[in-house]
């Protein structure tokens, strides 16, 4: 089901499809997580367990919500009832709530990359609004800590997301994408080759590949395997109804097959580059691995320091594309908020009402986006839960709770109780010659595993101390 016979949008091209789907996996989950929770897990440890997981389970559930999403025909909510007999409706409504707590962090992020671009920008120019050569870390802290500016470019953040989004699958989504995305690896292995070439860059590249086991024996397995489980989920797009939403925009003819191994396996490149352009410079210039989420802005900002003349050319362009990948991400994530309600008003014959559905998720949005942008990473309001800044709590009430429950509960339904529902739908475009290793992982593998993910990040959020 394309969905034209009902005034349903759908991708224009594979390759558009596919360039979005990518964008909605490589973003801010591997230029800004995937380095530091790799910093504060151990390093190469994390790095393995966060490829088996991507083997294991990530292609796994790739594959179940592209397929769920075209089989239906639809978005999150209409796909898991339809599916489930009505039984599963609350999966995709966990699925819907999930991008909307990180969508407003998301934005609080994508407006510093966009803060940092201007800023290189003024340094072309020797302009007073520049870097100024200021070190990485002071420049961020005084970003973060004028809460003024950061609630302007979250919402600035958002207004864009918002009017791409507001333009379409086909016209807005699909466009940006086909564009944005080979730029961005361009830029980003320009990144990776300078940053490699640092003095004393080696010991970065040792701490992401030379095998270590300390961090198990340290913060232990499960707790390791919790965070790069996490990751994956973030990551990669899944547990939150992005790829059943992208998947019911699919022509019948689509090779899911493919891209199910396509997706997951360019966001794991795009995610050890994300690695090599940061964890290099951060030995390089002496700094902690474990520095948490400001290794994208303090550590990148010290390596363009140190690029003289060249540096804020490079600044800018990669800051811009920085902004470009968390773009692509944040229209996924509005996309998944928003499809489900224009699917109920296109089945009630009232029209695409897109636009109206995109600014009303833009300014509850900006409401989440300016909590965390008050919040000032913990400097200002309370702690959320009494545990952590108003960032963190939100993405460990998505990443760290819906989306585990949402992927475990699809792959337990699909695995054992509407068992071939999903690989018949694959077939019908694809050779499937991975079918026998996809239907073992889906029945046996990925359910261990998502619910190991998800104790272990139950234990993580409320500090239980099972690990």
Not at 102 to 116: P, S, T, V
């Amino acid at each position: 089901m394309s969905g034209k016979n009902d005034g349903r949008e759908s991708w224009g091209s594979n390759f558009g499809f596919l360039m979005a789907a990518i964008g909605s996996a490589v973003g801010l989950g591997n230029l800004w997580g995937f380095p530091y929770k790799m910093g504060a897990n151990g390093g190469f440890a994390f790095f393995i367990l966060y490829l088996v997981l991507v083997v294991f389970a990530g292609y796994i559930l790739v594959m179940t919500e592209l397929a769920l999403g075209r089989a239906t025909g639809k978005s999150i909510i209409p796909a898991y009832r339809s599916a489930t007999d009505g039984k599963g409706t609350f999966i995709g409504i966990f699925s819907t709530v999930a991008p909307f707590l990180i969508l407003g962090f998301y934005c609080y992020l994508g407006g510093y990359a966009l803060k940092y671009a201007i800023a290189n920008l003024g340094d072309i120019f020797h302009a007073s609004w520049g870097v100024g050569g200021a070190d990485g870390a002071d420049f961020f802290t005084a970003l973060f800590t004028n809460r003024g500016e950061s609630r302007v470019y979250t919402i600035l953040f958002i207004l864009v997301t918002v009017l791409i989004v507001s333009r379409g699958v086909s016209s807005g989504i699909e466009k940006f994408n086909k564009i944005a995305m080979p730029g961005l690896f361009i830029l980003l292995v320009i990144v990776v080759i300078r940053s490699c070439t640092l003095p004393g860059a080696g010991a970065g590249i040792a701490f992401m590949f030379k095998p270590d086991w300390s961090a198990f024996a340290g913060k232990g397995i499960i707790s390791v395997l919790a965070s790069a489980g996490g990751q994956m989920f973030f990551s990669i797009s899944i547990g939150m109804g992005i790829m059943v939403t992208y998947g019911s925009y699919m022509k019948k003819d689509d090779d899911i097959a493919k891209s199910g191994l396509i997706i997951p396996l360019a966001d794991t490149v795009i995610a050890i580059l994300a690695g090599l352009a940061i964890m290099p410079a951060v030995f390089a210039f002496g700094m902690e691995p474990s520095a948490g989420p400001g290794l994208l802005f303090m550590t990148l900002q010290n390596v363009f320091n140190s690029m003289g003349a060249a540096g804020p050319v490079f600044g800018t362009l990669f800051y811009i594309l920085v902004c470009i990948a968390a773009l692509t991400s944040s229209m996924s994530l509005l996309e998944a908020i928003i499809a489900s309600f224009v699917d109920k008003a296109l089945d009630k014959g009232q029209g695409n009402k897109r636009k109206m559905y995109c600014w009303i998720a833009g300014v509850l949005t900006m409401i989440t986006g300016a909590s965390v942008a008050m919040d000032g990473l913990g400097t200002y309001l309370p702690p959320m839960f009494g545990r952590f800044c108003w960032l963190d709590g939100y993405d460990l009430l998505a990443e760290g709770i819906l989306m585990p429950i949402a992927a475990l509960l699809t792959v337990l339904y699909f695995g054992w109780i509407k068992k071939d529902f999903l690989q018949a739908e694959i077939k019908t475009s694809s050779t499937f010659k991975t079918e026998k290793f996809y239907t073992f992982c889906l029945k046996f593998v990925a359910p261990i595993f998502c619910f190991f993910v998800l104790l272990g990040q139950i234990d993580s959020f409320f500090g239980l101390g099972w690990f």
